[in-house]
């Protein structure tokens, strides 16, 4: 079963989470800890440089590429659940993230804007609680979907 993102928090000691890490960051630095393996072995097989893996962990770099994931994958012999769930954390890693409300309510703009705005200022608490609401609101999504798909399998 796949782990909910909000769910990842603190380093593989039981900390508080590193700042300015990345979802995907975050999980690949668990799991080589977990496994006692050293940065610069890992580099080496993904074809990468310690400085950028480093950079990546720490959040200092953007998305993931799909053949890095991939690599991340194999280095780990990760498959099925947890290797969709990090790939999915490597989609939702994009420390610079842009909003697009054209065309949407006025609501949904003041919310990006004042997303925006205020993150910074949000304590981890607040985070978990807003991304508990989202996580919600999908899981709402994907229940509309599934009388839909039974109607569909039926047929």
Known sequence: MAVPVHSMSGSAAGGARDKGMTPFGERVRQL???RGLMLKDMAAHLGVSSAYLSAL????RGKPTWALIQGVLQYFHII???ADELTRLADLSDPKVKIDTAGMDSKA????NR??????HLSDGELEDMIAIL????GRERRALVPIQAVQ???
């Open 80 to 82: 099925w659940d947890e």
């Open 153 to 155: 399998d039926a047929v």
């Open 109 to 112: 703009t003041l919310l990006a």
């Open 32 to 34: 080589r800890r977990e």
């Open 115 to 120: 997303l925006a705005r205020e993150i910074r």
């Open 135 to 138: 996580d919600r609101a999908q």
């Open 57 to 60: 962990e720490r959040g200092e």
